[in-house]
Structure formats: C-alpha cells, structure tokens
C-alpha cells in the first residue's frame, strides 16, 4: 500500500513540478517578446511548442518571432510541415500567407489566406480562430469575411457583434450602426450591449458627425418600426449631449405608450438639475407632478420644483413652501422639505434661528439614524454659518462614527475639512482631505482634491504668511452670504502693506485665487464690468495659469447671459475651442460659439 501511495505522489509531483516549469518558460518567453528580444523568445516558445504542438499560443508566438527576426523560410517550412500532419488545422493558412506578406509576397499572400476561407465551406471547428487572426493582423475585410462564411455554414452561429466592431475599426459607421441595430431589433435584450459598443465612438458634442449619424439610424428605425428600445437608445444620446429636452421628450413617449414607472423621468431629471439646465428638469419634475399617483413620489418631485425655484431665484418661493407644507402636512414624509426650507431659511434669507426650530422639530419625526444623519449635517451647516464651529464640527463628527461607509459619512468628513479651512486650521483640514480624495463619491473626490491643492499651493511656508488665512476668511463670508465684507477683506490683501515677512506679498503667492473669488463675489453681487476686469488681470499676468481655461468661460458666460455682448462673449469663446483644445469647457463653448453665429444645430 505505501508502494502505491509512493507512487502516486512521485508521479503527481512530477506533473505539478512540469507544469509550473512549463508556466514559467512561457512567462520568460513571454516578458522577452513583450521587450523586442525576439531571439531569447523563439528559443523559448521553440522549447514549449516542441513539448507541446498543440498549443496554437505557442505556436503563433514562434512563428512570430521568426519574422521580427526576418527568419521566413524557417516559419513557412514549420507551417508547411505542420499542414501536412494536420490538413484540418485551417487557421495555419492564416499565419503563412502572413508570413509571405512580411516578405511582400502579396499574391502567394492572398492565395494563402483565399484556402482559410474557403476551408471554412468545408469545416467551420476553427473559423473563429481564422477570424481572430485575421483581424489580429489587421486584415480586416478578410475577418468580416471568414465570421459570415462561418454563419453562412452554420445557422446557429452569431458573429455580428464581432463584424459590427470590425466595421468601427475601419471606421464604416454607417455599416457598424447597421449591424448593432439590427440586432437590437431581434433582440431587445441586447440593448445594454449596442449601448455599450457605440459610446466608444460617440461624445458630447451633439454636431459631431458620428453621433448625427446614429441618431438618424435610429430615427430611422423609429420610424418604420416603432418600439421602446428606440426611444430609449434616442433618449440616452440626448443625455449624453446635454439635450436634455429632447431626451425629456423621447421619456414621456416612452411613459405614455407604457404608462407603468417614473424612473426614467426621475433620472433624467436629477442629471439634468445636477447638470444646471434647469428648465429640462423643471419639465420633468412637473410632468411627475401633474401625473403620479404616489404620493411620496409627488412630494419627491415638488421638492425639486421648490429647489429649482430657489437655484432661479423665484420670488414665489416662500409661497411655495407654506402650499406644499399645507398640502402634505409637516410629518415625517415632508423630512426632506423640512430639510430644503432650513437651508433656503439661512442662506437666502439669512434667517438661522428660525432654521435650527425647523430642523429640531423635523429630528422628532426621524425614526432612523440615516434620517437623523440628514438633519443634523444641515444643522451644522447652519451653525457654521453662525461661526458655531465647534458645535458643528461635533455633529460632522457624529455624522462619521454613526454612518461608517454611507455616503453622508464622507460628506460630513468633507464638511470637517472644510470648517478646519475656514477656521485656519489647514492641517486638519488637509488630513480630513488626503483620505477623502480617494471617496467613492466623485463629486467628493474631486472637491477634496480641490480644496486639498488649494492649501497645498497657497498655505505659509516657513512661517511666512501667505494670505490663505484671509482668503479662507474670504471664502467663509461668501459662504455665509457676506459677499461686501468678503470683497473688502480681498482688497486689503492688494494694499501696498499687505507684505510679510522677508518682504513677501501675499499676492506673490496667492494672486491668482484672489482675483478669480473676487471675480465670482462681484458676479453674485450683479457687478458684472468689475469682474471681467478681475478676470482679465489673471490673465494678464499669466496667460498659461491653470485658470485660464475657467476664466474665458466665465468671460464669454457673462458677456453672454449678463451683458448680451455677443461679439465679445464670441471672441472668448473662440479663444477656449482654439487654444484651449482639452479644456473641459470645449463642447459647450462650440456650442454657444456656432449658437452665436447662427449656425443650425
């Protein structure tokens, strides 16, 4: 009995031990092929192929090898003698009228890869290894040709979502746009799929030719086949371009031919409120309004209305909220109305008290710590706009250790950090933030990298001050709506005596973040020649400043929105789509570029 155990762990061993010797030889094969050390490869992969004929990795990567190193007749005897054992092994045909096409042998080329194909008629087994080739070597037209030969032979074969790629490579939209469609007419399930494929081509800009394309295919097939899946791929490109509207309008065709769920519309309405155009979500939350049973979902969709009401500056807002708190009564349902009236109490109508008795009556209605959680991150919003930083830094606090995890915990820690940076606390703050830049939230993320380089690049080195604690004093006065006192306390840092030690102005360091606070103060307070100027001095004294991009934009907005200087507002916009080619601003700046010339979009 210990004979065969012996045994039977010896030859095991021996197995594993070959195994693993053989995974490490083609990972060293591999890592000299990958560096251009075709030599070392090929007697490597020459070894496994040897051990092993079958392995067709192996074998590729020989033959490959040989002709990095110009060794040709060595790669097409090994395949002709591979072909003469293994007549079925069709792919191989592949691989040697590639070989005679590295030699410009283009006749005896095609004639190679014409057998592959014509192999196909005869046995399909390796026509999706012929087809990968093909399209490995980028010999395209060959590829499309041996996946429709395949299903030709065999009915229940499917590659044309293969094809479909291969026609985006070639760029043939027209024909890749074809293909996805007309599986996705087949097949409804196959919508996330097409999605999927043809966001790879398509962007934001709305005039790109590629996206009117597909839209006119899709219209298209709305048109001679009307179904769900093409309004949802037209309304999802609208999405893409910010054209809200119209994605709004393919939503409710879709509603009304379904009439069973809001989501969609919810959705589109939330991105199009986070995306700032406001009349698309206003259209959205207002047809939810008028047409939901549901009553949580009405007052879900009004406390939008309610918001966008504030963000547009309504004067009816007060109004607003007394007639949804009279129709939905102040229970637990209406917590998040409570929540919104709080903030628009404080910081539109610098009114706090009464927005800590608001919030403290809506913590009686709160039965979980997540709604809890809510509440008290906006009564210490509120304390921080009354300086009762210290109070409110123990609810964020709270927030933290309560809800471990959940979203409202990393906006508390921001909150945290952003509180420290008022105060001056900057190694607080930035010690809240290094771990906030990796949150899962984006938008946390990218306000914690924000904050976190905008202390890093301005904050005193060597005890030498640099301005950042006036700026942050700056940015808590406009936070607390103090936009005069916030101006002023600017100002005072271009005195001729604001200079510190070793005769360093705080300017040298800081000026550039100065002048762009100041510019958005004197926007907020309507004084839109003043901070154009603001904005120009940035780029006076540096065109190439990491702001330069943000500044144009906000030029161009205000000669556009506020001063209906379209000549002007052109001429900064320009600027962005020629000189800032990368600029986040891009699209949209085209696109109020081309509006203002009266261009069709």
Not at 463 to 490: C, F, M, R, V
């Amino acid at each position: 009995m210990k004979h065969y155990v012996l045994t039977f762990f010896i030859f095991f061993s021996s197995l594993f031990y070959a195994q693993s010797d053989g995974e490490n030889s083609f990972f060293l094969a591999e890592t000299y092929y990958r560096e251009g050390a075709y030599e070392k490869a090929s007697q490597l992969f020459k070894v496994l192929y040897q051990k092993n004929a079958f392995n067709t990795t192996y074998l590729t990567r020989l033959i490959s090898c040989y002709q990095e190193t110009e060794r040709f007749e060595e790669a097409e005897r090994l395949l002709k003698n591979k072909l003469k054992t293994h007549k079925d092994h069709s792919y191989l045909y592949v691989l040697l009228g590639y070989n005679f096409e590295k030699q410009q042998q283009q006749i005896k080329a095609e004639q190679n890869y014409t057998k592959a194909i014509n192999a196909i008629e005869v046995n399909a087994n390796y026509a999706s290894i012929i087809a990968r080739l093909f399209k490995n070597y980028n010999l395209l037209d060959f590829a499309i040709l041996a996946y429709k030969k395949a299903m030709q032979k065999n009915i229940n074969a499917n590659f044309n979502f293969q094809i479909a790629q291969i026609y985006g490579e070639q760029g043939a939209y027209k024909k890749m746009f074809t293909s996805y469609l007309n599986l996705l007419d087949k097949e409804k399930n196959y919508l996330n799929l097409v999605q999927s494929y043809t966001s790879r081509y398509l962007t934001e800009d709305a005039d790109n030719k590629v996206n009117i394309l597909f839209k006119k295919q899709v219209l298209q097939k709305a048109i001679s086949n009307p179904k769900n899946e093409w309004n949802i791929l037209l309304s999802w490109l609208f999405t893409q371009q910010k054209e809200y509207d119209k994605a709004f309008v393919q939503e409710k065709a879709l509603f009304q031919r379904n009439n069973t769920s809001f989501t969609r519309i919810f959705n589109l309405g939330k991105i199009a409120y986070n995306s700032k155009n406001f009349d698309a979500a206003e259209e959205c939350f207002n047809f939810i309004v008028e047409n939901t049973l549901e009553k949580e979902e009405k007052i879900e969709a009004e406390l939008y209305v309610v918001n966008l009401a504030i963000a547009t500056k309504k004067t009816n807002v007060a109004a607003l909220f007394s007639s949804l708190f009279a129709k939905y009564g102040i229970t637990k349902q209406t917590i998040g109305l409570q929540i919104a009236y709080a903030d628009y109490l404080t910081f539109v109508k610098n009114n706090p008290e009464e927005a800590k008795i608001v919030l403290q009556k809506a913590m009686s209605f709160a039965d979980s710590k997540f709604e809890k959680g809510r509440i008290k991150l906006k009564l210490a919003d509120v304390l921080v706009f009354t300086n009762t930083f210290n109070k409110a830094l123990i609810y964020y606090s709270q927030i933290q250790t309560q809800l471990k995890g959940n979203d409202l915990a990393q906006q508390a820690r921001f909150k945290v950090a952003q509180t420290s940076y008022f105060k001056g606390d900057f190694e607080w703050a930035k010690a809240q933030l290094k771990v906030l830049k990796s949150a899962t939230t984006q938008k946390i993320a990218n306000d914690a990298t924000d904050l976190f380089l905008k202390i890093t690049d301005n904050e005193p080195v060597d005890s030498i001050p640099s301005g950042l604690k006036q700026y942050a004093k700056a940015e808590l006065l406009s936070y607390q709506n103090k936009n005069e006192e916030a101006l002023q306390l600017l100002s005072d840092l271009f005195l001729p005596n604001a200079i510190f030690k070793n005769g360093v102005s705080a300017l040298d360091v800081i000026y550039d973040d100065v002048l762009f606070l100041k510019a958005k103060l004197l926007l907020k307070e309507g004084r839109f020649l003043e901070a154009i100027s603001s904005l120009k001095k940035i780029i006076a004294l540096n065109n190439e400043s990491f702001l330069a991009d943000d500044v144009y934009y906000l030029i161009a907005e205000t000669y556009n929105f506020h001063l209906n200087d379209t000549e002007k507002a052109k001429e900064f916009y320009q600027k962005i789509i020629f000189d800032h080619s990368s600029s986040i601003y891009l699209i949209e700046a085209r696109k109020k570029f081309r509006k203002l010339r009266g261009e069709h979009l």
